[in-house]
C-alpha cells in the first residue's frame, strides 16, 4: 500500500506539473484513469518465472566442486596409471621363464654296422627337462638353467647300463662387455616410461590448474550476465515508464502522439536487448555447470545458478619480472618440454651404445650323473643324482662371442638423425621459454591496462547517470526533448554494460595472468628422439 501511494503521489504531482498553460480542466474521472494506467504500466513487464530450483552458489564451491567432478580432471587422473601398467609390462621382460618337456621315443634300429649292438636293436627313450630363463636388470646380463633327465632302455649288446639314467645340469651366464652392457632397450624403455609417467603427472597439475581458471572465468562470465541482465531489464523500466509519462502527457495535452511512438520503439528495442541478455545469461550457466558438475545426473545441472560472489574492483600489484622468472621455473609445459629433453638424452645413451661392437662373454658350466644296471650292479636315478651333486663329472666353457658391421651401421644412422632432432628439441624448448614470456607479459600489460578501464569506466558511468537525471529534470519543466531523454537512458545503458565488462575483463585478465605463470592454455610440441632404427623405440606421450 505504501508503494502504491508513493507511486500515486507522484503520478498525481506528475500530472499537476503537466497541466496544459492554457489552464483547461480535466476531470477527476479523466486522473483517476491516467493514474491507474501508469501504476499498471510502470514496472517492467513480468518475467517468465524459472521453475528450476535456485541454488546459491560461492566461487570457492564452484572450484571444490571442479576438483571433485570435473571430467577433464577425472580423465587426466588416470593417466599416471596407465604408465604404471606400461612399466610393469615392461619389468616383465626381467621375470623368469620355466619351461618344460616331457617325450617318450621309441625307435628299431637298422643293423647298419656291428657297433649298434645287434642285428635288431630297440631303444625306448623317455625324457624329462626343465629350463628356466631370465634377463637380469644389471648390465645387460642374462642368465640360463637346464635340467635334463633321460632314461634309456636299450636291446644293444654295447650298452655298459642298461636301462640307463642320464641327468645333467647346465648353467650358462651371458654378459655384454660393450653394447647393451650400460643400457639396452628394456633399460632405456624403462627409463623413458618412469619420465613420462613424470610428464602425465605435470600435464595432470597443467590440468588443474588450467581448469579452476576456466571455473573462475566462467564463474566471472556467469555473474556478468546476471549483472547485464539486470541493467537490460532496468534499463526497460525506464523506456516503458517514459512510454507511459508520455501517453498521460499526450492526454493532458502537452506532448505530441510522435513522441508516444519513439519511445515505444525505444522500448521495444530494449526488450529485446534484454532477451538477448537473458540467452546469455542461460550460455554463461551451461559454460560453468560443464565445468563443475560430473553429468547430467548431477543435481545442480538441472537447478538455476546464483553467483554470490561478485567481481570487485581492488588494487592488484604486478611484478613482471618476477612473474616471467616465476613461469620459467614453475610453468607446467616448460617442466615437459625438459623433461622430453631427459627423455632425448637416454635415447643417444642408447643410440652411441649401440654403434659399439657385441662383445659377449659366455659361460657355461655343466654336471652330469648316471645311473643304472650292469653286469656287477643296479643302481637307479636317485643315485645318478647323487653322482650329480658330488661333482664328479663336471663340463665348464669359457668363450668370447664379437660381432661388428663392416661400414656405416643402421645405429649410425640412427645417431645422426637423433643428433639433428636433440638440436631441434633444444631450439623449441628456447622457443618456449620466449613464448612463456611474452604471454605472461602480455598478460600483465593487460591487467594494468584493464585498471586504467575500469577506472574510465566508471567515470562515464557517473556522467551518464547524471545526464539521464538532467535531461530527466529539464523535460519535466518543458526544457528538453524525448529524443534527448531516450539518447539518455541508452548512454546510460550502454556504460552501465562497458563498466561491467571492463571490470569483468580486469577480473578475469589477473586470473589469467596468475594462471599463466604455472600452466599454458595449450602444449608445446618437442620433437622426441626415435631410437627404431637401433632396436628399440621411444614410448613418449
Given at each position: 500500500m505504501i508503494n502504491v501511494c508513493k507511486r500515486g503521489c507522484a503520478v498525481a504531482a506528475f500530472l499537476m506539473s503537466a497541466l496544459p498553460v492554457s489552464g483547461q480542466p480535466v476531470t477527476d474521472a479523466r486522473v483517476n484513469e491516467l493514474m491507474q494506467a501508469a501504476m499498471a504500466q510502470n514496472a517492467v513487464s513480468a518475467q517468465p518465472a524459472d521453475e528450476r530450483p535456485s541454488v546459491d552458489l560461492r566461487l570457492d564451491e564452484a572450484v571444490a566442486r571442479a576438483l571433485e567432478r570435473n571430467l577433464d580432471i577425472q580423465v587426466e587422473r588416470l593417466n599416471p596409471q596407465t604408465f604404471d601398467f606400461a612399466q610393469a609390462l615392461q619389468r616383465a621382460a626381467y621375470v623368469p621363464t620355466v619351461s618344460s618337456t616331457i617325450g617318450q621315443n621309441n625307435a628299431v634300429l637298422l643293423p647298419t654296422s656291428q657297433l649298434i649292438g645287434g642285428t635288431r636293436v630297440q631303444n625306448d627313450v623317455t625324457t624329462a627337462n626343465v629350463a628356466a630363463s631370465q634377463a637380469l636388470p644389471w648390465y645387460g646380463s642374462s642368465l640360463n638353467l637346464a635340467w635334463n633327465n633321460r632314461k634309456q632302455d636299450s636291446t644293444s649288446t654295447f650298452n655298459t647300463f642298461n636301462p640307463q639314467y642320464n641327468t645333467t645340469l647346465t648353467a650358462t651366464v651371458t654378459q655384454p662387455l660393450l653394447r647393451g652392457f650400460k643400457i639396452d632397450g628394456t633399460r632405456q624403455q624403462l627409463l623413458v616410461t618412469q619420465i613420462n609417467r613424470d610428464v602425465s603427472e605435470l600435464q595432470l597439475q597443467a590440468t588443474i590448474t588450467t581448469t579452476l581458471a576456466q571455473v573462475r572465468n566462467a564463474y566471472y562470465d556467469l555473474t556478468y550476465t546476471v549483472a547485464a541482465a539486470r541493467v537490460a531489464r532496468q534499463s526497460l523500466t525506464l523506456a516503458e515508464k517514459l512510454v507511459e509519462d508520455n501517453k498521460i502527457r499526450v492526454e493532458v495535452g502537452t506532448l505530441a502522439p510522435i513522441d508516444v511512438v519513439q519511445a515505444e520503439a525505444e522500448a521495444a528495442t530494449r526488450r529485446q536487448t534484454l532477451v538477448q541478455a537473458e540467452s546469455n545469461h542461460r550460455t554463461a550457466e551451461l559454460a560453468l555447470?560443464?565445468?563443475?558438475?560430473?553429468?547430467?545426473?548431477?543435481?545442480?545441472?538441472?537447478?538455476?545458478?546464483?553467483?554470490?560472489?561478485?567481481?570487485?574492483?581492488?588494487?592488484?600489484?604486478?611484478?613482471?619480472?618476477?612473474?616471467?622468472?616465476?613461469?620459467?621455473?614453475?610453468?607446467?609445459?616448460?617442466?615437459?618440454?625438459?623433461?622430453?629433453?631427459?627423455?632425448?638424452?637416454?635415447?643417444?645413451?642408447?643410440?652411441?651404445?649401440?654403434?659399439?661392437?657385441?662383445?659377449?662373454?659366455?659361460?657355461?658350466?655343466?654336471?652330469?650323473?648316471?645311473?643304472?644296471?650292469?653286469?656287477?650292479?643296479?643302481?637307479?636315478f636317485p643315485d645318478a643324482l647323487s653322482a650329480l651333486g658330488k661333482r664328479d663329472y663336471p663340463t665348464w666353457n669359457l668363450q668370447v662371442q664379437v660381432s661388428y658391421p663392416i661400414g656405416t651401421s643402421a645405429a649410425d644412422a640412427a645417431l645422426?638423425?637423433?643428433?639433428?632432432?636433440?638440436?631441434?628439441?633444444?631450439?623449441?624448448?628456447?622457443?618456449?621459454?620466449?613464448?612463456?614470456?611474452?604471454?605472461?607479459?602480455?598478460?600483465?600489460?593487460?591487467?594494468?591496462?584493464?585498471?586504467?578501464?575500469?577506472?574510465?569506466?566508471?567515470?562515464?558511468?557517473?556522467?551518464?547517470?547524471?545526464?539521464?537525471?538532467?535531461?530527466?529534470?529539464?523535460?519535466?519543466?518543458?526544457?528538453?526533448?524525448?529524443?534527448?531523454?531516450?539518447?539518455?537512458?541508452?548512454?546510460?545503458?550502454?556504460?552501465?554494460?562497458?563498466?561491467?565488462?571492463?571490470?569483468?575483463?580486469?577480473?578475469?585478465?589477473?586470473?589469467?595472468?596468475?594462471?599463466?605463470?604455472?600452466?599454458?592454455?595449450?602444449?608445446?610440441?618437442?620433437?622426441?628422439?626415435?631410437?627404431?632404427?637401433?632396436?628399440?623405440?621411444?614410448?613418449?606421450?
Open positions: 555447470k560443464r565445468l563443475i558438475v560430473g553429468g547430467t545426473d548431477d543435481a545442480l545441472w538441472a537447478s538455476a545458478l546464483n553467483p554470490v560472489d561478485l567481481p570487485v574492483f581492488a588494487p592488484y600489484s604486478v611484478d613482471l619480472l618476477g612473474a616471467v622468472r616465476k613461469a620459467l621455473d614453475e610453468r607446467y609445459d616448460l617442466k615437459q618440454a625438459r623433461k622430453t629433453l631427459e627423455s632425448n638424452d637416454i635415447a643417444m645413451r642408447l643410440l652411441r651404445n649401440q654403434r659399439l661392437p657385441s662383445l659377449d662373454l659366455v659361460g657355461t658350466y655343466t654336471l652330469q650323473g648316471i645311473a643304472g644296471t650292469t653286469r656287477t650292479e643296479t643302481t637307479t645422426g638423425r637423433a643428433k639433428v632432432q636433440s638440436a631441434q628439441a633444444v631450439a623449441q624448448i628456447r622457443s618456449v621459454e620466449l613464448q612463456i614470456a611474452t604471454e605472461v607479459t602480455n598478460l600483465a600489460l593487460q591487467v594494468q591496462s584493464n585498471v586504467k578501464r575500469v577506472e574510465a569506466t566508471r567515470a562515464a558511468r557517473e556522467l551518464a547517470q547524471r545526464r539521464l537525471e538532467a535531461e530527466q529534470s529539464k523535460f519535466e519543466v518543458g526544457m528538453s526533448t524525448n529524443f534527448f531523454v531516450v539518447q539518455a537512458q541508452r548512454d546510460l545503458a550502454d556504460a552501465q554494460n562497458t563498466e561491467l565488462r571492463a571490470l569483468l575483463d580486469y577480473t578475469k585478465s589477473i586470473v589469467d595472468f596468475e594462471r599463466a605463470q604455472q600452466a599454458g592454455v595449450s602444449r608445446s610440441t618437442i620433437t622426441t628422439v626415435t631410437t627404431a632404427g637401433a632396436g628399440g623405440a621411444t614410448v613418449t606421450r
